[in-house]
């Protein structure tokens, strides 16, 4: 239930009460739905009405006081209008006040939760836009909640204090990857019932280090080559809109570059599930709950034995902390990910040929094993570093010298002449959509250290049986 109403009869014989509440629809949208309930007695009527509003009231884990952060440039520009328009008079017919701040520039709302933000007001901070601005929230609510902690965010080896106010998303960008992956949909009407309901969703975070230096935190992917690649063609051509994407998709699919350099993991060893099983994290996911706790208590204290090394030549190099299912491709890149297992599955991909990465690539938008190619290895890990060739330590090049002989001496010497026209040394890190600074990084998971409104994504059966889709 989101709220009840109470009214007189028209013509004065008695009252009625109107109920408005969630309704299943279908492909995972919710729907707010109403039935009335007449009664000729008004002291009846209003027992209702006074035990509906108590049973609410003492709802604990729904939120009374909002932060609410709108991008009005993300995506198609539409965020304050969906907000005004479609969830604000939802907050208010479920009787939640908030304090709405329109995002005047880059990092606004990051920069505002570190500082000025009074937290202690507010019940969760929901933001209006797309994956960006998902992302500018969980920098500045994780940041803060470490300062305020006491721990170091430059530290690799700190483990994170958990954020304790819930996170809502209203989807109102060009992707809405994240959103899509906790609820099933990008509807902005779901989301904000999610909210008013009071749902929570443990989600992971992956901090990302250069040299005991914090770069970023990531939800969902961190891609090197291929997919850093694109992105960073795709800035150049802002003027293009969203077909910039396809546009420099295409492009470095032909240029086809690889990349050389090493990866070394640590595996999560212990837990249930791995990234070709035929488990999907769904709502309630037991996976997520046994590994979760699982991790959480172990010690953060690893043995160099325990460490994984793989040295070659990649075309890409993925991290997914979910299945970064999409519209566009349904499944995702890593469509057995889990959303709060305390794990990250690493998938590289070795150099191959056009036609075979092709293959790979269309795995994404199929329903075939995503994984059951030769030059595919995929790895569920709670930590991994990567450090591509150039920044390789003196000794390490004269090892790849010494292996890879004559052929390796002059494609050094070729790489190291501008004019030549041969792949780049490095491709950068695609972070969430945003481009990293340093190539060489330190990637660790820290499990269930945020918490969103949602539930995430309900069993089909849920939303097809809609014979008696009312559940009040």
């Known amino acids: 239930i989101i709220s009840v109403r109470e009214e007189e009869e028209e013509n004065g014989s008695g009252q009625r009460d109107d109920v408005l509440y969630v309704e299943r629809s279908r492909q995972y949208r919710w729907r707010c739905a109403e039935v009335t309930f007449a009664c000729s007695d008004e002291a009846v009527c209003q027992h209702w009405v006074n035990n509906i509003r108590e049973l609410l009231a003492t709802n604990t884990s729904r ?58 007001k507010f019940d969760g901070v929901v933001c209006v836009g797309g994956d960006g601005m998902f992302s500018e929230i969980i920098h500045g609510l994780i940041w803060r909640t470490q300062i305020d902690c006491g721990v170091d965010p430059n530290c690799p080896e700190e483990a994170l204090s958990p954020c304790s106010l819930r996170i809502g998303i209203i989807p109102a960008g060009s992707t809405d990857c994240i959103c899509f992956a906790t609820v ?25 280090h250069h040299n005991n230096m914090f770069l970023r935190y990531s939800v969902s992917l961190l891609g090197y080559g291929f997919y850093g690649d694109v992105l960073t063609d795709s800035e150049r051509k802002r003027w293009m809109g969203p077909a910039r994407y396809d546009f420099s998709g295409l492009k470095m699919f032909l240029t086809h570059h690889c990349y050389e350099g090493t990866v070394s993991y640590l595996p999560a060893g212990g837990i249930i599930g791995t990234p070709r099983d035929a488990t999907k994290c769904r709502s309630g996911c037991v996976i997520c709950q046994h590994n979760g706790q699982l991790l959480s208590e172990r010690t953060e204290k690893y043995e160099m034995d325990e460490w994984r090394t793989i040295r070659g030549k990649f075309l890409a190099i993925n991290a997914a902390s979910m299945s970064c299912a999409c519209p566009r491709s349904p499944k995702g890149l890593s469509p057995a990910a889990h959303l709060a297992d305390g794990t990250i ?72 002449h501008p004019a030549c026209g041969c792949a780049p040394a490095y491709s950068s890190w695609n972070c969430d959509g945003e481009i990293l600074t340093h190539t060489a990084i330190d990637v660790r998971v820290h499990c269930q250290l945020i918490k969103l409104f949602a539930r995430g994504i309900e069993e089909l059966p849920v939303f097809e049986d809609l014979t008696n889709p009312c559940a009040i």
């Open 184 to 208: 099933g949909t990008n509807d902005p009407v779901t989301s904000a019932l999610h909210i008013i309901v009071g749902d929570s969703q443990a989600l992971d975070v992956s901090s990302v």
């Open 63 to 120: 939120p009374k006081h909002l932060l609410v952060y709108i991008n009005p440039y993300g995506g198609k520009r539409q965020g304050k209008r969906i907000y005004e328009q479609k969830v604000a008079p939802l907050f208010t017919l479920a009787g939640i006040s908030t304090s709405v701040i329109v995002t005047e520039y880059a990092n606004h709302a990051r920069d505002h939760l570190r500082t000025a933000a009074e937290l202690e």
């Open 345 to 416: 599955d690493l998938i590289l991909v070795r150099k191959c040929s056009r036609f075979n990465f092709l293959r790979h690539l269309l795995r994404h938008t199929s329903k075939d094993d995503q994984f059951d190619l030769t030059f595919i290895e995929v790895h569920r890990v709670r930590r991994f570093r990567f450090t591509p060739r150039h920044c390789q330590s003196d000794s390490d090049l004269e090892l790849d010298l010494q292996e890879n002989g004559k052929r390796q001496i002059f494609s050094q010497i070729c790489k190291d």
